[in-house]
Each structure stands twice: as structure tokens, then as C-alpha cells.
């Protein structure tokens, strides 16, 4: 079954690759073949991408929490009166 889903989206992006090259006057060969290349790399990077989203993501709340409870400005932020 998961083979099937990774030659339907392999398809996906062949086809893709392939309307874009003839677009311009191309046989769309070239196309279906970046196409199927571009498929195949978006595969590995998105998981990637996601997961140093969320990485940052964690990261800038527990700096922001962490400032919040000592009581840290950050840069540019007037100290507060005393």
C-alpha cells in the first residue's frame, strides 16, 4: 500500500514537472523529470523543515518564559523603574 502512495505522488510531480516545461514550448520530458526529482526531495526536507520549526518554535517560548520569571529586558526594552 505504501508503495502505491509513493508512485502516485512520484506521478504527481512527473505530471506537475512535465505541465510546467511544456508551457514553455518544451517536450516536457526534461520537466517530468525535475519534476519527479523536486517530489522526491520535498519528501526528505519538509520532515526536516517541521521539525526545525518547532525546535525554534520551543526554544523562543522558554527563552521568552525564562526572561519573564528573572525578570530580564531584552535589548532595547527600557529598565524598568525602580
Known amino acids: 500500500m505504501e508503495q502505491e502512495d509513493d508512485m502516485a505522488q512520484n506521478m ?3 505530471l506537475l514537472g512535465a505541465a510546467i516545461d511544456r508551457s514553455d514550448g518544451d517536450s516536457g ?3 517530468a ?11 526528505v526536507v519538509t520532515p526536516l523543515a ?8 520551543v526554544q ?3 527563552r521568552k518564559a525564562w526572561k519573564a520569571a528573572t525578570g ?11
Open 12 to 14: 504527481m510531480g512527473m
Open 29 to 31: 520530458i526534461k520537466g
Open 33 to 43: 523529470i525535475i519534476g519527479s526529482l523536486t517530489e522526491s526531495a520535498l519528501r
Open 50 to 57: 517541521i521539525t526545525f520549526a518547532i525546535g525554534w518554535a
Open 60 to 62: 523562543f517560548g522558554a
Open 72 to 82: 530580564e529586558a531584552s535589548p532595547g526594552t527600557p529598565a524598568p523603574a525602580r
